[in-house]
């Protein structure tokens, strides 16, 4: 890695990612909206799992694609290689040594299986950061018991305990969003940064080993806690520490309120015209608030029956009530936030069309944002990556092509 950068912080910093789905395309999406050259290593023709997930779209060529592959992997390049033919495995190699960090989501052991393991990168590379995600983790930090199982985001969920945190009952439900893959993808950025900066101090490079179990159960820290203090089973209810908390219905939708905490309570009281509860000996501390959490949510539904979101807003921000409208995907395609912090991004090309998604919640003051670039087409970038990377002839590339080990549509000529 080089100290000088012009720009973004990343920008010297090259990443060959065999990645697929979900978790790590989000790892080394964030890294390259931070200037990060990502390279995606793809599978010749259908490319990467993730390209065949719904809902699907048709392009101005007529093509129908996934969504599901559009939300994470702009500002990327790719380059389509045969892993288990020896020259793909070679060219997989010599893109190691050019490149600061490996990133890979597969099962534990399939890379090392295809020889192009973490062992096998330190050969050619020994200061090469690794960067895994998967269930369960690999062996050669910590061994787990599980880590030959199966595991999705929902099954992280399911380990980690997630799935009674949404849940007004004894029923477990998945949180809705895809919460282990999301924070594994953000733990995994964290984990890169560190071992950048560890080999900037040592000159060493190391394995980042990410786990999603792990990371669903640091998202799961609350329960862990109130168990360990009071020895019992929360659902979402009970894992409030004051009230009123939560969503309530307005005429014209929901708002969120924070009403109990105790600088805000009296603030509350005289916001919904009930001061009368101050001098309430029940409900005196939060968790006397908390405890009566029924009686204090038909007070405040009973309070905003007739008035509009806006309206109950518009008083709670008077007296200074934390409280918030409970926005859906159009309020969020319309949230002044939204578009003055460049949270919603858009690109467009003959191969994406025009899209819209989630842009970078890492906001630096020196930091001019990366204007985004569609995601690549499966091997789009193979010609330019083998020819400027690894100075291999056009005509050796047309070859390597012509054998399947490498692959790019030929439209793409």
């Not at 080394?28 to 990467?48: D, F, H, Q, Y």
């Not at 003959?350 to 995601?375: A, F, W």
Request: glycine content about 8%; charged content about 25%; aromatic content about 10%.
């Amino acid at each position: 890695m080089n100290n000088k950068t012009n720009n973004l912080p990343f920008e010297n910093v090259t990443i060959l990612a065999a990645e697929h789905f979900e978790t790590a395309p989000i790892c080394t999406c964030m890294l390259a909206e931070l200037g990060a050259n990502v390279i995606r290593v793809e599978k010749p023709g259908s490319g990467e799992g993730g390209r065949a997930m719904g809902p699907v779209f048709e392009n101005k060529r007529g093509e129908k694609l996934s969504s599901f592959y559009f939300r994470f992997n702009h500002n990327k390049k790719s380059v389509a290689i045969d892993l288990k033919h020896p020259k793909g495995k070679e060219l997989f190699l010599k893109l190691a040594e050019l490149s600061d960090v490996v990133v890979e989501n597969f099962r534990p052991g399939v890379m090392t299986k295809l020889g192009l393991g973490y062992e096998k990168l330190k050969q050619v590379k020994p200061d090469i950061i690794y960067a895994t995600v998967t269930g369960f983790g690999h062996s050669d930090i910590y061994q787990s018991p599980y880590v030959d199982r199966p595991a999705f985001d929902l099954l992280a969920q399911a380990y980690s305990g997630l799935m009674y945190t949404v849940s007004n009952t004894d029923e477990p439900t998945w949180v809705g969003l895809p919460a282990g893959d999301h924070y594994g993808g953000i733990m995994a950025v964290i984990g890169i940064i560190s071992a950048l900066y560890y080999r900037e101090l040592t000159g060493k490079g190391q394995h980042v080993d990410i786990a999603m179990y792990d990371c669903a159960l640091h998202l799961n820290e609350r329960r862990v806690n109130i168990y360990d203090v009071l020895g019992v089973k929360t659902n979402k209810m009970t894992n409030i520490g004051s009230a009123p908390y939560g969503p309530y219905k307005a005429k014209d939708g929901y708002i969120a309120i924070s009403g109990g905490q105790p600088p805000v309570w009296p603030r509350f009281c005289k916001a919904v015209g009930r001061e009368d509860l101050l001098e309430d000996v029940t409900l005196k501390t939060t968790q006397d608030r908390a405890k009566n959490y029924p009686r204090l949510r038909k007070i405040v539904e009973e309070w905003l029956k007739d008035k509009t979101r806006e309206e109950a807003l518009e008083i709670f921000y008077k007296y200074e009530v934390p409280a918030a409208p409970v926005h859906d995907e159009i309020d969020l395609f319309n949230c002044p936030h939204v578009k003055a912090r460049k949270m919603i991004i858009e690109y467009e090309s003959d191969y994406s069309g025009k899209r819209r998604v989630v842009g970078n919640p890492v906001k630096l003051s020196l930091m001019k944002e990366k204007e985004p670039t569609p995601p690549p087409d499966v091997g789009e970038n193979t010609r330019e990556i083998l020819k400027d990377m690894l100075n291999i002839p056009l005509p050796e590339i047309e070859r390597l092509k012509d054998e399947g080990i490498v692959f790019w549509k030929s439209e793409q000529e």
